[in-house]
């Protein structure tokens, strides 16, 4: 499964965002989908996840202020990010669990390439 992520770039602060990523591949089932970040020399942390009912859990530091949504006809996750700020700057990456159809079901854990976010102050 391939994750394909777009929508980062630069930002001033009080700005909106809105990432995207799509996943490919031969899905059988795409169970949760999410976003994480990784600031540098931060570990990975996970911003936003969303279950295939759309329940949705958030980091705490972006509560209120960013909406993770999926398209489940499309495979893709979204993140709407308003009212950034410099803390926010960092490195997003999609992340998709779920089952790949073939020889019976098989689990799959996939990451999308990464996209920099830049918020200026």
């Known amino acids: 499964v391939q994750l394909q992520a777009s929508g980062g770039g630069l930002v001033q602060a009080g700005g909106s965002l809105r990432l995207s990523c799509a996943a490919s591949g031969s899905m059988y089932r795409i169970n949760t989908m999410g976003w994480y970040r990784q600031a540098p020399g931060k570990q990975r942390d996970m911003v936003a996840v969303?279950?295939?009912?759309?329940?949705?859990d958030y980091t705490d530091s972006v509560k209120g202020r960013f909406t993770i949504s999926r398209d489940n006809a499309k495979n893709t996750v979204f993140l709407q990010m308003n009212s950034v700020k410099p803390e926010d700057t960092a490195v997003y990456y999609c992340n998709a669990k779920g089952f790949i159809s073939g020889w019976g079901l098989r689990p799959f854990d996939s990451w999308g390439q990464g996209t920099q976010l830049t918020v200026s102050s």
């Open positions: 969303i279950a295939p009912d759309d329940s949705t």
